[in-house]
């Protein structure tokens, strides 16, 4: 079945009109036209390239959501209740689509409140992202790459992570033939069935949508081995991660940092569904 899902930003506009910020439709995202609002005020600046400047990181963080990001539009839409406050725009227009090249229209036409001097709607195409078990040394290496660029206090040798393959499913993920991240996953142990399940993302994927992508694999092998719990832990700062674990119904045990670092992690556990 085609996925079909609706994003929201929490702007008081989606509630009271009855739309969504965008629509994942299958490889497909729908954004809605967006403003310059911010969304977690609902303030909006009184200058143009301001707004601008919000619409884009309010489209970047619908995007981020559907697990995709400004390079993967192909279709930009700019609505302008005045024809001279485009240009303007234009360098934040360029640093946001220039490498990217949409097809894009720009419309003067009027806006809902008449604060708002830009609006600005897309459609983009989510990259297929390939998730594979860890079945050879080379991708051994690959798992290990990723582990240790993410956790550098816990870095692992290579032979450490045959030992950690020989125990638990590891997994390397892809962009094309482009290692984006991995993950583990420890099978269910105790009375409880308690199993770990850990996504991994390098920092230049991050914010895309793809440590989601992993970890609904990873935990969709959890339920297949019998998990009755489910452990993880994820960065502080990965504040998509976070939602993405509360979404899923995981509860924090414990903060902590790890010997010699300052970053914070955090453990979470979601009991699964008719355990």
């Known amino acids: ?24 439709d299958g490889d497909w995202v729908h954004v809605s036209g967006t403003t310059g609002f911010d969304y977690s005020t609902m303030t909006i600046s009184d200058g143009v390239v301001e707004q601008a400047e919000q619409c884009v990181r309010n489209i970047g963080a619908a995007l981020a959501d559907a697990g995709c990001g400004l390079g993967d539009v192909v279709r930009v839409r700019y609505l302008l209740p005045e024809r001279d406050d485009f240009e303007p725009c234009w360098p934040v227009l360029r640093e946001a689509f220039g490498e990217v090249r949409p097809a894009a229209t720009m419309m003067v036409v009027g806006l809902a409140d008449p604060r708002m001097r830009i609006e600005i709607e897309v459609y983009a195409r989510r990259p297929v ?85 992993i970890y609904e694999k990873g935990l969709a092998h959890a ?15 990965n504040e998509g991660g976070l939602r993405f674990a509360e979404k899923c119904g995981f509860v924090e045990t414990e903060r902590y940092a790890l010997d010699g670092e300052s970053d914070l992690w955090i453990d979470l556990r979601l009991v699964m569904a008719g355990s």
Do not use: K
């Not at 079945?1 to 009109?17: D, K, V």
């Not at 240790?148 to 993920?173: H, K």
């Not at 482009?178 to 142990?189: H, I, K, Q």
């Not at 339920?223 to 700062?237: F, Q």
């Open 1 to 24: 079945m085609t996925e079909r899902r609706a994003i929201l930003s929490g702007s008081t506009f989606e509630e009271q009109i009855g739309y969504a910020r965008a629509v994942v």
């Open 129 to 213: 992202l390939r998730i594979e078990a860890v079945g050879s040394e080379a991708m051994l290496e690959e798992w290990r790459f990723v582990h240790n660029e993410t956790v550098p206090p816990a870095a692992m040798s290579l032979e450490e992570a045959r030992e950690r393959l020989g125990r638990y499913r590891l997994e390397n993920a892809y962009l094309g033939d482009v290692l984006v991240g991995c993950s583990t996953v420890r099978p269910p142990e105790g009375d409880e069935g308690v199993a770990t399940v850990i996504a991994r993302v390098l920092p230049e994927f991050r914010g895309r949508g793809f440590g989601r992508a």
């Open 223 to 237: 339920r297949v081995l019998g998990a009755g719990v489910v452990e993880t832990c994820v960065l502080a700062v």
